[in-house]
């Protein structure tokens, strides 16, 4: 069984830093394409961050120069570094795993960005 957990989340004020991480178990992730999404209110789901089976990233124009996606394949796990988080940062982030004929999601991890 495919599991995507991911943990990290938490209240942050503008301008501090989180990092998401995202374990799998049930599959080899470096086999994977891997990404973070992230849903705002009332918004539709959106990606973050991708990174390849080859280590090959892209990025939301938005985060772009802020954010960083990175894998460790020993862990089996995906990190979404955050820095220098915005109030339109707030999300709840999820962690994606796709290759052809398989898409699964994580159950997601809120990410507040208050003063």
């Known amino acids: 069984q495919v599991q995507l957990v991911e943990s990290g989340g938490g209240l942050v004020q503008p301008g501090g830093s989180l990092r998401l991480s995202c374990a799998a178990s049930g599959i080899i992730s470096s086999f994977y394409n891997m990404g973070w999404y992230r849903q705002a209110p009332g918004k539709q789901r959106e990606l973050v961050a991708a990174?390849?089976?080859?280590?090959?990233?892209n990025y939301a124009t938005s985060v772009k120069g802020r954010f960083t996606i990175s894998r460790d394949n020993a862990k089996n796990t995906v990190y979404l570094q955050m820095n220098s988080l915005k109030l339109e940062d707030t999300a709840v982030y999820y962690c994606?795993?796709?290759?052809?004929?398989?898409?699964?999601w994580g159950q997601g991890t809120q990410v507040i960005v208050s003063s």
């Open positions: 994606n795993a796709r290759r052809s004929g398989f898409d699964s």
């Open positions: 990174i390849t089976t080859g280590s090959s990233t």
